[in-house]
């Protein structure tokens, strides 16, 4: 069964990625909402728990995530001898992990919009739909904006974006893995500049000590050592450690960008 996806990211702390399912013979299900960034990331892998249950003892957990697997207190219809326990007494704890998952799947066609904040979790589906066969539409903010009720609100988004792919998918650019190569060459540019920007902050503040660490023992001659001023912008660098991090950084990010430029996609 053929599904559309339409996807508003997050708009702010109070309001979460939206998710709008509709299938070709129901009516739209209830929004999903993908509060934290693993839920995006266990929404694009398939796996993102809408129903849960007490674990049993023969439940192979191997094959449950780890962040799926929660701990809480026993309700009264819980089959205590039947369930994965811990602890006794007052601190009896009941496993509970995923009855019922969602998330994307073969044959969804997902609609969100293009750029923006959710460019990440755009390129994540571009890159798992091609691999299981799943569709990914963008539309630019400027037409979505055009097509918002009176007033402008967001809160609808995912419904505006489904209407308009059914009135007219023209409207809509495909997702593709090169774009999503495209979004990583963006973000690796933008920890270039970052840390362009933290070296000389970082070497800022080490001067900032320097002069202040150069008179210090300014009365030599009652035995103490005096370092030159090499060696003591030494010592701050090593003590502080705010400088090895930024070169660090830089190099993780030129390794990232090697293997991008020499991905066969």
Known sequence: MRRMIAIRHQAGPNNPTQVLTRTQTRKPKKPIDLKELGDERDWVMGRFPTKWRPAAVEDDLSEVFPWHQR??????????????????????????????????????????????????????????????????????????????????????????????????????????????T????????????????????????VRARLASAAFDNIVWDDGTQILSIAETHDRIQRESGATCAVPARGRAADCLWTKICMSPR
């Open 182 to 205: 495209i979004e990583r060459c963006g973000m690796l540019s933008k920890i270039y500049l970052d840390t362009q920007e933290d070296r000389k902050r970082a070497g800022n503040r």
């Open 71 to 180: 701990w809480r207190k026993p309700r009264a219809k819980d089959d205590i001898d039947a369930c994965v326990t811990q602890g006794e007494g007052a601190d009896l704890k009941v496993l509970e992990i995923p009855a019922k998952y969602d998330g994307l799947q073969k044959g969804d066609t997902v609609l969100m919009i293009l750029g923006g904040s959710g460019d990440y979790v755009a390129k994540g589906i571009a890159r798992r739909g091609e691999y299981i066969g799943a569709e990914l539409w963008m539309l630019t903010p400027r037409h979505l904006k055009n097509f918002r009720p009176e007033g402008g609100s967001k809160d609808n988004d995912t419904q505006v974006l489904v209407d308009l792919f059914d009135a007219d998918p023209g409207m809509f650019f495909p997702g593709r893995v090169l774009d999503a």
